[in-house]
C-alpha cells in the first residue's frame, strides 16, 4: 500500500513538474552518455539545475534527490569536476553561489577539485560564495589546498572585497582571520574605501585593526 501510495505521489509531481517546467523527475535523473559536443557543458548545466529554486518542489525530498543523483550519474561518468561551460562556468561556481551545500561539499571532496578557476569576469567559486553572504560554502573551498585568499578578478576584486561591499561582516571577519590581506579593491579603491562608501563602518574598523595587525 506504501509503495503504490509512493508511484501514485511521483506520478502526480511528474505531471505538476511538467505542466509548469516542462521537466519530469527522469529529467533529472537521466541524461545522453558523453559525446564530444557539449561533452564540458553537461556537469555544469545539471549543477546550474540543482541550484534551481523551483517553488514548492524545492521542498519535495524526491526532486532534490534526483537532481543530485544526475550530477553523481555525470561524476560517475567520468565527467570532471572542473569542467567550464561557455561562460566559464563550473559547477562548484553555481553551488557556490547558490550556497547549494550538499552539492558544494560532493564537489570539493573530489581530488582533481580546482578551486582556483574562474569565469570569463575572473570570479571564483569564493568571490561568488563571498558575494552572497554563504558562509559556510566559502569555509568549505577554504578547506581546498590550492584556495587563494586573495586571488582578484578581471577587475581587482578577491573574495574580502565582494564580503566587504555587500556588508557581510562575518565572511569579511572569516577571511581576515584566515590571512586575507589585500588592501586594494576593484578599480584601485581600497577595502576600507569600499567598506566606507558602502556605509558599512564596522566593516571598516575591522579592516583597520587587521592591517595594523590586530585581532578580529
Not at 570539493?108 to 575572473?122: I, K, M, N, R, V
Request: hydrophobic share 40%; proline share 4%.
Amino acid at each position: 500500500m506504501m509503495a503504490a501510495q509512493r508511484v501514485g505521489e511521483e506520478e502526480q509531481l511528474n505531471q505538476d513538474l511538467f505542466d509548469k517546467y516542462g521537466v519530469t523527475l527522469r529529467t533529472f535523473k537521466d541524461t545522453p552518455p558523453p559525446n564530444s559536443q557539449g561533452q564540458n557543458e553537461k556537469l555544469v548545466q545539471a549543477a546550474e539545475f540543482c541550484c534551481l529554486q523551483m517553488g514548492v518542489y524545492e521542498d519535495t525530498e524526491t526532486v532534490q534527490d534526483a537532481k543530485m543523483a544526475r550530477v553523481e550519474r555525470l561524476l560517475h561518468e567520468g565527467y570532471s569536476v572542473n569542467s567550464v561551460d561557455h561562460n566559464g562556468w563550473t559547477a562548484a561556481m553555481h553551488a557556490a553561489r547558490a550556497g547549494h551545500l550538499p552539492l558544494l561539499t560532493r564537489l570539493s571532496s573530489l581530488p582533481s577539485f580546482d578551486p582556483t578557476l574562474s569565469d570569463e569576469s575572473g570570479k571564483t567559486a569564493g568571490m561568488w560564495a563571498a558575494e552572497g553572504g554563504h558562509r559556510e560554502a566559502l569555509h568549505l573551498l577554504m578547506q581546498a589546498p590550492t584556495f587563494d585568499l586573495d586571488q582578484p578578478d578581471s577587475f581587482g576584486g578577491t573574495a574580502l572585497v565582494y564580503a566587504v561591499v555587500n556588508g557581510h561582516t562575518d565572511i569579511v571577519q572569516t577571511l581576515l582571520r584566515a590571512g586575507a590581506r589585500q588592501k586594494v579593491g576593484m578599480f584601485g579603491q581600497s577595502a576600507q574605501e569600499a567598506a566606507a562608501e558602502e556605509g558599512h563602518e564596522e566593516i571598516a574598523k575591522m579592516l583597520e585593526t587587521a592591517y595594523n595587525g590586530g585581532f578580529v
